[in-house]
């Protein structure tokens, strides 16, 4: 029981460390490659911070175990919209663009929607997968061409200039690297003491996934959010976390389900899908409808992510008996 709790200390280090590096190091290849910095906040830093997610989710699935392979991405997605969300809003009140708010967040329905839909049998097929993962392939590829356009329309901004004091290429690229390997050494220890840890607690592996390892693997967006924040830029945080919750549910569980067919458990049927659709309808009436989330919005959220929370604790205590 100690090997695992300390090895989920050093895996959640790992990724936490390895995460903002590895977000860090992309800003300023983005930078050095002079693209918009829009393009980065709305791809490249959600496919930067999603790197965890998808290690563990994969390496799950590989391994068979699809408990955490599901688990983890739905987990990570309610993270980043209950607890991420909301303390950044508790940081500093978020003010977006509704238009461009709205649009991803249809995104985020559609993607949440085609899960329930193509698991409606309790199992997500190597197809259904594979059709999720070309989603999020969309997705990405109509930001691109939507935030170009926005671009083109709008005069280059001194901020998007390349910095000329930034660190040397071979720094960057080096930084870039042992982010990456981090992340992954992290993914993998968390992966492997949490699914320990759960045989030796007799929990199920899918609550593990939904909670422990929900939350390590969350850590790189929950960071980028607090510093955004601390910034005062915390709409970035926000498309962030849209564009992680599209890859979490669309392009992680399609690569897991494309690996190796998915067992969706009963428990993520009738708790987790739930609660997933509360929070994004949670986002859709504050952000949605104002385009502003305050410090009481934050409050809800977080309010609600420790209702969710408390669910899986109450449900892990009953797996024990």
Request: proline share 4%; aromatic share 8%.
């Amino acid at each position: 029981m100690i090997y695992e709790i300390g090895g989920l200390i050093i895996a959640f280090a790992f990724v936490a460390k390895g995460g903002d590096m590895f977000v860090d190091s992309s800003v300023q290849i983005a930078n050095t490659l002079r693209v918009p910095r829009l393009i980065i906040g709305g791809t490249l830093v959600s496919l930067a911070t999603t790197i965890p997610e998808l290690v563990v989710s994969v390496t799950a699935s590989y391994l068979g175990d699809s408990g955490i392979a599901l688990g983890n991405a739905v987990g990570s997605a309610i993270v980043d919209m209950g607890l991420v969300t909301g303390t950044v809003a508790l940081i500093l009140p978020v003010t977006v663009d509704r238009t461009v708010f709205r649009r991803r967040a249809w995104w985020v329905r559609i993607a949440a929607i085609l899960l329930v839909i193509v698991s409606w049998n309790q199992v997500i097929g190597q197809l259904p997968g594979f059709g999720l993962f070309i989603f999020s392939c969309l997705y990405l590829f109509a930001d691109y061409r939507y935030i170009r356009r926005k671009q083109n329309q709008e005069p280059r901004s001194l901020d998007d200039a390349p910095p000329e004091n930034g660190r040397s290429n071979i720094n960057i690229a080096l930084r870039f690297i042992l982010g990456a390997v981090l992340i992954v050494i992290g993914s993998r220890l968390l992966l492997e003491t949490g699914t320990s840890l759960a045989t030796r607690m007799g929990v199920p592996s899918v609550l593990i996934g939904l909670s422990v390892v929900a939350m390590g693997t969350s850590l790189p967006e929950l960071v980028t959010g607090i510093s955004a924040a601390r910034k005062g830029v915390p709409d970035l945080s926000v498309g962030n976390v849209l564009g992680a919750n599209l890859l979490n549910i669309a392009m992680i569980v399609g690569l897991a389900g494309t690996i190796r067919p998915l067992i969706v458990a009963d428990f993520v049927q009738w708790y987790s899908y739930p609660w997933l659709f509360v929070f994004i309808a949670t986002l859709g009436l504050t952000l949605g409808r104002s385009g502003t989330l305050d410090r009481r919005g934050g409050m809800v959220l977080v309010g609600l992510y420790i209702v969710y929370a408390t669910g899986l604790a109450v449900s892990g205590t009953l797996a024990l008996y």
